[in-house]
């Protein structure tokens, strides 16, 4: 997928939830509008759409307030006093969260600012249909069969199958029959 589809699908994503694509590029762009797929090109070529992506009216409409979202939160170390006087170092594991929360934007333009390609984040919180298909055709696929390292360097792969499907059962089970006829 090219730089421009994927900007194309981003701004319709916002434009859905409410954003003015036509107001923000005259007024911030300071350039007249001809058409939206000009002003896509544009920000394209000349790698302007950082303004946009990073723009506070673009980041509400794309991640609508009280949606819930989830978000990673990293691996944290730290050290602490203990009770008798020792520092212990505290390793937290991350984990996923999940909130709703009407600024959840803010918590986005931060990752993404942190990001090294912003559209690249931008297209974990989409939906697009080459995923969908990359994401079946990987769980068919030899090489998408977990691996899981044990102690000594063993590995040991984990198998996909589906189990053996069993008979329906046409009598009545066992705890049901009466002992008596």
Known sequence: MTRLELLTIVVGRARSHGF???????????LPWISAEAALTLLDQQRRYYALLFSHD????FWKG????TFAVPA?????????????????KP??????RRDAWRYHLREMALAEDPLR????????????SEDAAAGTAEEA???????????????????IARAIPTDLPAFLRRPYP
């Open 76 to 92: 944290q170390t730290f050290e602490r006093a203990m009770p008798d006087g020792t520092r212990k170092t505290v390793e937290r």
């Open 58 to 61: 673009f980041a509400k409409a």
């Open 66 to 69: 009280g949606e819930e979202i």
């Open 121 to 132: 984040y931008l297209r974990k919180y989409l939906n697009v249909e080459e995923d969908l």
């Open 95 to 100: 984990f996923t969260r999940r909130s709703a």
């Open 145 to 163: 069969v977990p691996v899981r390292a044990k102690a000594g360097g063993v590995v040991e792969k984990r198998s996909r199958e589906k189990p």
């Open 20 to 30: 003015e694509f036509r107001r923000w590029y005259t007024g911030r762009m300071h």
